[in-house]
Nanobody, 125 residues
Framework: VQLVESGGGLVQTGGLLRLSCAAS????????MGWFRQAPGKEREFVAT????????YYSDSVKGRFTISRDSAKNTVYLQMNSLKPEDTAVYYC???????????????????WGQGTLVTVSS
């Protein structure tokens, strides 16, 4: 499975961005996709994930109400709409894909087998 992210960039506080992640090759193995991020000097953290079989979405507390994850099944693509961006959202955002995950696995990057190259999001104050 190959994942290609796009949509990162520089935005001011309060602005918005939409990230995209397109999957190709062996997509029949995918049961969940989502986004994690890594800020400078910090560990990679969970942002939002989407489970295929029931379309259930999971969000971190820090982005709930501001970010929305969605999926276009025909395009094997997942999106992250990011609104009301804050400087603390600045990070490299990574798209991950995994198998048929259970709820307890949906927030952990170790559950996701495939990763994109990352896209940088910078929010200026």
């Amino acid at each position: 499975v190959q994942l290609v992210e796009s949509g990162g960039g520089l935005v001011q506080t309060g602005g918005l961005l939409r990230l995209s992640c397109a999957a190709s090759g062996g997509t029949f193995n995918i049961g969940a996709m989502g986004w994690f991020r890594q800020a400078p000097g910090k560990e990679r953290e969970f942002v939002a994930t989407f489970r295929w079989r029931d379309s259930r979405q999971y969000y971190s507390d820090s982005v709930k109400g501001r970010f929305t994850i969605s999926r276009d099944s025909a395009k094997n693509t997942v999106y992250l709409q990011m609104n009301s961006l804050k400087p603390e959202d600045t990070a490299v955002y990574y798209c991950g894909a995994g198998g048929n995950l259970i709820t307890s696995e949906m927030r952990h990057d170790r559950s996701f087998n495939y990763w994109g190259q990352g896209t940088l999001v910078t929010v200026s104050s």
